[in-house]
């Protein structure tokens, strides 16, 4: 069975970090590129990272450059993303996502993050 399931999300306050995990299953995880999407409140999908099988090359959205970083540990079949000076506007569930093509085929459930004072 091929799953995605995400944890590490959490009540923070502004400033502060955390690290999201993403544990899959069911495939061989170093063969696919990984992503981070995020959906706020009332609001979209929005993508937030990604890396490629190896991990050799990231991509970040503007909104989270500089702040968060995406790696992996194939070895372990997880993915990581660690969040740092979190902002209000961070607050969203956070999903993990396996690449086919220029889409995504496997969805997580979700962690959400939630960054308030």
């Known amino acids: 069975q091929v799953q995605l399931v995400e944890s590490g999300g959490g009540l923070v306050q502004p400033g502060g970090s955390l690290r999201l995990s993403c544990a899959a299953s069911?495939?061989?995880?170093?063969?696919?590129?990984m992503s981070w999407v995020r959906q706020a409140p009332g609001k979209g999908l929005e993508w937030v990272s990604g890396l490629n099988n190896d991990g050799g090359w990231t991509l970040y959205a503007d909104s989270v450059k500089g702040r968060f970083t995406i790696s992996r540990e194939n070895a372990k079949n997880t993915l990581y993303l660690q969040l740092n000076s979190l902002k209000p506007e961070d607050t969203a569930v956070y999903y993990c996502?396996?690449?086919?093509?220029?889409?995504?085929?496997?969805w997580g459930q979700g962690t959400q993050v939630t960054v308030s004072s």
């Open positions: 996502a396996k690449s086919k093509g220029m889409g995504y085929d496997v």
């Open positions: 069911g495939f061989t995880f170093s063969s696919y590129a």
